[in-house]
């Protein structure tokens, strides 16, 4: 026999594996608490609620007097707007407003038909409001729509 070392044979340790990965991300996982975000009337409520808090803010900063019905008739157009932007994006598309592409077309129309119909009634259309109502509306409105999209759980989106 050759002259080999003695080298101590031990026993292979046993290693246990890993536990499964569960299927879901914590980002997918269930949230009894929170609305299904691509719920279309839940997406429908929520921009309501924007366009009515940018309305707020509006009265808010100019210190208007009687400030919920003044909001609510600021935000009156808009909210035509946008109802309009999701009655669009339905007919072309039979889908929901609930995305991020959809929701460039309803903030499209919620600033546009706003700013129509705020002309047409007397309202005032400055250049600077146009700018300001422009940009808060297309971070909110579509603001929300992302953050739905890249947290929320991955669902169908089909009408």
């Known amino acids: 026999m050759p002259n080999t070392p003695d080298v101590p044979t031990t026993p292979e340790k046993h290693v246990p594996s890993e536990a499964p990965v569960p299927a ?3 980002s997918a996982a269930p949230r009894p608490w929170l609305p299904d975000l691509r719920s ?3 997406a429908a409520v929520i921009d309501a609620v924007l366009v009515l808090i940018f309305a707020a803010i509006g009265r808010a900063s100019h210190a208007e ?3 919920v ?3 609510v008739s600021t935000a ?3 909210l035509v707007g ?3 932007g999701w ?3 339905w007919w072309r598309s039979h889908r929901w407003a609930v995305d991020l592409g959809p929701g460039i077309v309803v903030w499209v129309a919620t600033v546009v038909v706003g700013m129509l119909l705020r002309a047409v009634v007397g309202q005032g259309t400055a250049a600077s ?4 109502a422009t940009l808060f509306l297309g971070a909110v409105l579509l603001g929300w729509r992302y953050l739905a999209g890249r947290f929320g759980p991955a669902v169908s989106r089909a009408g």
Do not use: D, E, H, S
């Open 24 to 26: 879901t991300t914590p």
């Open 40 to 42: 279309p009337v839940v």
């Open 65 to 67: 007097q009687n400030p």
């Open 69 to 71: 019905v003044g909001a």
């Open 76 to 78: 009156m157009p808009f």
């Open 82 to 84: 946008g109802a309009l």
């Open 87 to 89: 009655a669009l994006v």
């Open 129 to 132: 409001f146009i700018v300001v």
